[in-house]
């Protein structure tokens, strides 16, 4: 009597455990696909704020264009200035006797590419090729290289 009534009691609660069950199964499926988009949301975010040159510790939005400018050109000024110049036109104190000569990247043409983001942005990666310009990966993150590189797109208009 008693082990058959601890019986039914155990096939009943059972019954009752059964959509708990596949409710929990249920919603740990929707927390993992909800974990999934979150991950490519988080990486469009990374990625977007690569592009912008706000790296990934960004601090404080009031006044983001401002933020983003100078760190475009603190970018230039540490890296590129000592050939290119200050100001960009190829006349930086290492140009003497350097042949072919630094770019000046003010003048809108280019000789290693159209000129878009996406040539310049190549050119200052991997350098051009039998000159002093070398390529920057590795030494700038992805995030400075796409900082700098959009520096010298606004030099170039
Ligand atoms: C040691 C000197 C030197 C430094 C430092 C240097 N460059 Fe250059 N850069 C050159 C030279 C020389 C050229 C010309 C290459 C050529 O004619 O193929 C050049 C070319 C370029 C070009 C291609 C311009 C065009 O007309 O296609 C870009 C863009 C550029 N540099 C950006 C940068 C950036 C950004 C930095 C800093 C991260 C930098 N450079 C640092 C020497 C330098």
């Not at 601090?59 to 000592?82: L, S």
């Not at 200050?86 to 290492?94: M, Q, T, V, W």
Request: glycine share 14%; net charge negative; hydrophobic share 35%.
């Amino acid at each position: 009597m008693r082990s058959g009534l601890a019986g039914s009691s155990y096939t009943y609660a059972a019954e009752l455990q059964q959509p708990v069950v596949e409710t929990n199964s249920r919603v740990c499926q929707t927390l993992s696909e909800l974990h999934t988009h979150l991950g490519e949301v988080r990486a469009e975010l990374v990625s977007v704020a690569g592009r912008l040159g706000i790296g990934r510790r960004a601090d404080g939005f009031t006044k983001p264009g401002e933020r983003i400018a100078r760190r475009r050109q603190a970018v230039f000024a540490a890296n590129c200035a000592t050939c290119h110049g200050e100001g960009g036109r190829g006349d930086g104190p290492a140009a003497t006797g350097l042949e072919p000569p630094p770019a000046d990247l003010t003048d809108n043409t280019w000789t290693t590419g159209d000129g878009s983001l996406q040539a310049v942005t190549n050119t200052i990666e991997h350098g051009s090729p039998g000159t002093a310009m070398i390529g920057w990966k590795g030494t700038l993150t992805d995030a400075e290289i796409a900082a700098v590189a959009a520096y010298v797109k606004e030099l170039g208009r």
